[in-house]
């Protein structure tokens, strides 16, 4: 009798929602990390300039921070996964139009900046819905193994994603990149159609979506070590974005030798985040906030580096270990938001994460010339350094990021597939009343974010 072969199996925790999940935010990811190279020459190639793509890029941005915290609303009374699907839906059409125009040498910058600006309000509803989505896909003993193996395939598809476009776009024009991105939405939301929500428990809204904000901004405002780090990350993230979108590039032009030293340094970070979601397949810190919050302080690195500036090697070693240090900080942020915020809560607590996380960094990116200009870029760099590491060194202060430990006690196994049924969701209240002094974890700004939910923004 012959012996049966041996298969490459799936871990027990990954049952059949959070396959479908994975595989979805890998299909997109792998098509609007693509997209983001073909917007910018999209743009270009129909004779804009290179205010014309921060123009098309703030168009995107614009719509997600003013519909995100309303997306959170919705997602907390809708079933998440049709939100969804309907975001994808919408992220589809936009990115199938722009495509059109593109192929058919039709675009003008303000049809590419309206369908930007619809591609954002997908992802400001898409985006607190799929929060969290993953973590309730699997037991909690398991959760923050498989965010961060979700977070290694999403990652592992941009980086791939960004070569492939990059790739495409030069052989044959941005508008293909964006129809396959078009494509990829289609089929990342199709995936998402058939998860089972069968087990996820009923959840309420109130009065209106008013009273539902309202009733998430007390969910933050009465949890110190959240609206800490969502403070914290408002400035982080707009400083980083500063100094990787306008510093960096300049840096690179005049004192490395050329673009290509500043795209290696960004392909190193993407290994390292690669990197990073492996680590913590295998680790699971018991003081959540604390090590998270010790991995935001690298983040002050690369702007030092820049400053200097060090020769490439080391900026690319630099960068590399900048991206596992925040990948460590994303799947302990994710796990804490998991375990300490209520189920019916969760997109609503989520969204104001996503706005805090957004808000500064279109400011940050317009005033980064008029700051180098009155300083200095040197000067400008060390000042995204020192902001950095004096709001990490505060959050760290917190006493409740300190002592926020992992708990593996709130979450009950459930079946392959189903939606985890937590203790609390057991009782009457169907909430997680947690005393925040003896357990907590903690959240992912857009740095780390491409995030939990996965990268479906368009281009």
């Not at 290179?50 to 995107?60: E, I, N, Q, S, Y």
């Not at 049709?82 to 058919?104: D, E, H, I, K």
């Amino acid at each position: 009798m012959t012996p049966p072969r041996n298969r490459l199996r799936r871990p027990s925790w990954a049952g059949r929602d959070y396959t479908l999940l994975t595989a979805a935010a890998v299909v997109s990811g792998l098509g609007s990390s693509g997209a983001l190279v073909a917007g910018a020459f999209a743009v270009l190639a129909a004779g804009g300039s290179a205010t014309d793509v921060g123009l098309v890029a703030a168009a995107r941005t614009v719509p997600l921070v003013l519909f995100v915290l309303i997306g959170g609303a919705l997602a907390d009374r809708l079933p998440r996964h049709r939100v969804m699907v309907a975001a994808n839906a919408l992220n589809c059409v936009s990115q199938g139009l722009f495509a059109v125009l593109v192929l058919t040498g039709t675009a003008q910058v303000w049809q590419m900046a309206l369908l930007a600006a619809l591609g954002g309000t997908g992802q400001a509803f898409f985006s607190p819905a799929a929060e969290g989505m993953v973590m309730a896909s699997v037991s909690g003993s398991e959760s923050g193994r498989a965010f961060a193996a979700f977070r290694t395939g999403v990652n592992g598809a941009n980086i791939l994603g960004t070569g492939l476009g990059g790739a495409l776009v030069a052989a044959a024009g941005p508008g293909w990149v964006l129809a396959v991105d078009a494509v990829a939405f289609a089929v990342a939301g199709s995936l998402r159609a058939f998860l089972d929500v069968r087990g996820v428990p009923a959840r309420r809204g109130g009065t209106n979506l008013l009273a539902d904000l309202r009733e998430g901004w007390r969910e933050v405002a009465g949890r110190p070590w959240l609206w800490s780090i969502v403070v914290q990350f408002a400035v982080v993230n707009a400083v980083v974005a500063a100094a990787e979108t306008v510093y960096g590039p300049l840096v690179a032009r005049e004192r490395l030798g050329g673009p290509q030293p500043w795209g290696l340094a960004l392909a190193a970070f993407g290994a390292g985040t690669v990197l990073g979601g492996l680590v913590m397949t295998r680790w699971a810190p018991r003081r959540l906030l604390l090590v998270g919050a010790l991995g935001v302080l690298p983040l002050a690195l690369p702007s030092a580096a820049l400053a200097v500036p060090v020769p490439t090697p080391a900026l690319v070693a630099v960068m590399f270990v900048t991206g596992v240090s925040v990948e460590v900080f994303a799947v302990a942020w994710m796990s804490a938001l998991h375990q300490e915020i209520p189920e019916e809560k969760f997109s609503r607590v989520s969204s104001y994460d996503w706005l805090g996380s957004l808000a500064l960094v279109p400011v940050a990116t317009a005033v980064a010339g008029p700051v180098q200009d009155a300083v200095g870029r040197p000067a400008a760099l060390w000042g995204c350094s020192a902001l950095v590491l004096v709001l990490t060194l505060a959050v760290l202060c917190v006493p409740d990021v300190r002592r926020l430990t992992r708990r593996t006690d709130l979450i009950t196994t459930a079946p392959a597939g189903q939606h985890p049924v937590t203790t609390a969701e057991q009782d009457a209240e169907g909430a997680v009343g947690l005393d925040v002094t003896a357990s907590t974890e903690g959240s992912v700004g857009a740095v780390g974010r491409d995030r939990g939910a996965g990268p479906d923004g368009s281009a």
